[in-house]
């Protein structure tokens, strides 16, 4: 098991940018995958990036791409979410997530993944 701390949300306008960063707690090994995925409300949790933690490949949601960038620092156990030209509809609660031993687990579905932080607001005004 591992605690996941997620900090950097907040408010900005559209167009604009914001980096959340996740704090893990625990041992993530080279095993485990990392991701963030975001719910606004009435609507379900959805993917929007993932990093698998050795090699450092990464995956995005179609949404995303091109504008966000998932990272890691592996000396601080902590994983990034950088976002750029933000959109009013990315308005959400983001979520940072553990799967400790992905295996050939779907990284874009939520139980997939173990461990979960407790969200950061993102709010981006039109």
């Known amino acids: 098991q591992v605690q996941l701390v997620e900090s950097g949300g907040g408010l900005v306008q559209a167009g604009g940018s914001l980096r959340l960063s996740c704090a893990a707690s625990?041992?993530?090994?080279?095993?485990?995958?990392m991701g963030w995925f975001r719910q606004a409300p009435g609507k379900e949790r959805e993917f929007v990036a993932a990093?698998?933690?050795?090699?450092?490949?990464?995956f995005y949601a179609d949404s995303v791409k091109g504008r966000f960038t998932i990272s890691r620092d592996s000396a601080k156990n902590t994983v990034y979410l950088q976002m750029n030209s933000l959109k009013p509809e990315a308005t959400a609660v983001y979520y940072c997530?553990?799967?400790?031993?992905?295996?050939?687990?779907?990284?874009?579905?939520?139980?997939?993944?173990?461990?979960w932080g407790q969200g950061t607001q993102v709010t981006v005004s039109s």
């Open positions: 625990g041992r993530i090994c080279s095993s485990s995958r």
């Open positions: 997530a553990a799967d400790l031993y992905y295996g050939d687990a779907n990284y874009q579905i939520p139980s997939s993944y173990d461990n």
């Open positions: 990093i698998n933690w050795s090699a450092g490949r990464t």
